[in-house]
């Protein structure tokens, strides 16, 4: 069974920066694409970041580019995402997202399994 | 960058109503067209990918149609549990979702 299952979120100021991770298992992590999707309190969803599995490229929202960079270790399963320069627009739930299939096309890859969430709050 | 407008932002319905949900890309994305269920406190949920092609385990009550740039999602009979919000995402250039539509009991 897929799991995702998301840490690191908190209470940070203007500014300030926040590492999310997500910590992956029941498939071979390696060889799918992950995401990071987010929703402000009371707003819809939006995409912030998608890495492919294999040459590591990257994808990002114009909202958080130069800001924010998605990263994954293989080796654990793990997806992070390192949030810079936090403004109180970033302030919401930060899921994390698996790809449905293996491998990665622009055009054509969906995401199907989900996190929980974790929730970024920047604030003075 | 592609713009998805969905419609309408509400709806209410009730329990064996028939309802559809549109949504319109700002330019043509072929088939390249998602569907999500969100409740309240929990991430989304895949119903529909590929325009029409329903995700394993969704009810089959649950359709979606289009290509392009217009595609609808429909529920054939609502039922209690399909009180949610609803969301279509592109994925053909990137991950843009619409503004979502709340499905609420009438």
């Known amino acids: 069974e897929v799991q995702l299952l998301e840490s690191g979120g908190g209470l940070v100021q203007p500014g300030g920066s926040l590492r999310l991770s997500c910590a992956a298992s029941g498939f071979t992590f390696s060889t799918y694409a992950m995401s990071w999707v987010r929703q402000g309190p009371g707003k819809g969803l939006e995409w912030v970041s998608t890495l492919s599995p294999r040459d590591d490229t990257t994808y990002y929202a114009h909202s958080v580019k130069g800001r924010f960079t998605i990263s994954r270790d293989n080796s654990r399963n793990t997806l992070n995402l390192q949030m810079d320069k936090l403004r109180a627009e970033d302030t919401a739930v930060y899921y994390c997202?698996?790809?449905?299939?293996?491998?990665?096309?622009?055009?054509?890859?969906?995401?199907?399994?989900w996190g929980p969430g974790t929730l970024v709050t920047v604030s003075s | 960058d592609i713009q998805m407008t969905q419609s309408p932002s509400t709806l209410s319905a009730s329990v064996g109503d028939r309802v559809t949900i549109t949504c319109r890309a700002s330019q043509r994305i072929s088939t390249w067209l998602a569907w999500y269920q969100q409740k309240p406190g929990k991430p989304p949920k895949l119903l529909i990918y590929k325009a029409s092609s329903l995700e394993t385990g969704v009810p089959s009550r649950f359709s979606g149609s289009g290509s392009g740039t217009e595609f609808t999602l429909t529920i054939s009979s609502l039922l209690p549990d399909d009180f949610a919000t609803y969301y279509c995402q592109e994925y053909d250039s990137s991950w843009t979702f619409g503004q979502g539509t709340k499905v609420e009991i009438k």
């Open positions: 997202a698996k790809a449905k299939s293996r491998g990665f096309i622009l055009g054509g890859t969906i995401f199907d399994s």
